[in-house]
């Protein structure tokens, strides 16, 4: 059985998670969707709330509901070894993205044993969601734009009640 691990730290789940999410899930017996947290940047949703947002918006695609959702509690590369994952699945937007994903994928290859290690597939995201990030989708929402079109259902609410607090 093929496992691999979509990770990210979904602060929010967006439309375009959802996308490389799906296709992960043709490609892959199973898939788990790694929560975590990224040191470089002050997270708006708390790690419960980005678990649970995204356990809500793959349960109601049933291309995606039996996709498990956990918290990276450390390392990548051991939540991989902890799942059995094979593989990691990086979205990629752009150019830029594969610059900055390029060495982290490197590194857990390199942490994994070489040409042993979990290999990383990068995927390319829908181009109908090449505009849309995490941090913009923040950025929008903090001075009042609207970002429905943007998130699975429930996802602006919980932003909105993010920024509130």
């Known amino acids: 059985m093929s496992i691999a691990v979509c990770p990210g730290s979904f602060d929010p789940i967006t439309l ?24 470089s940047k002050n997270a708006l949703l708390t790690p419960a709330e980005r678990v649970e947002l995204a356990r809500t918006a793959l349960a ?12 990276v ?3 990548l590369v ?6 059995r994952a094979v593989a990691v699945v990086k979205g990629l937007r752009g150019g830029a993205d594969f610059d900055s994903e390029l060495p982290m994928a490197l590194m857990n290859r390199h942490l994994t044993g070489g ?19 995490s941090s913009l989708v923040k950025d929008v929402a903090r ?3 609207p970002i429905d079109d943007l998130v699975p259902p429930g996802v602006a609410d919980a932003v909105h009640a993010a920024l509130a607090r």
């Open 16 to 39: 375009g998670h959802l996308d490389i999410v799906r296709r992960a899930r043709r490609m892959f017996d199973v898939v788990v969707v790694g929560v975590a947290r990224n040191a």
């Open 60 to 71: 109601e695609d049933p291309a995606t509901a039996d996709v498990q959702v956990a918290e």
């Open 73 to 75: 509690p450390g390392l």
């Open 78 to 83: 051991d939540f991989c070894r902890q799942v």
């Open 115 to 133: 040409s042993t290690g979990i290999e990383t597939v990068f995927v390319p995201g829908d181009p109908g969601y090449a505009h849309v990030a």
């Open 143 to 145: 001075f009042g734009g």
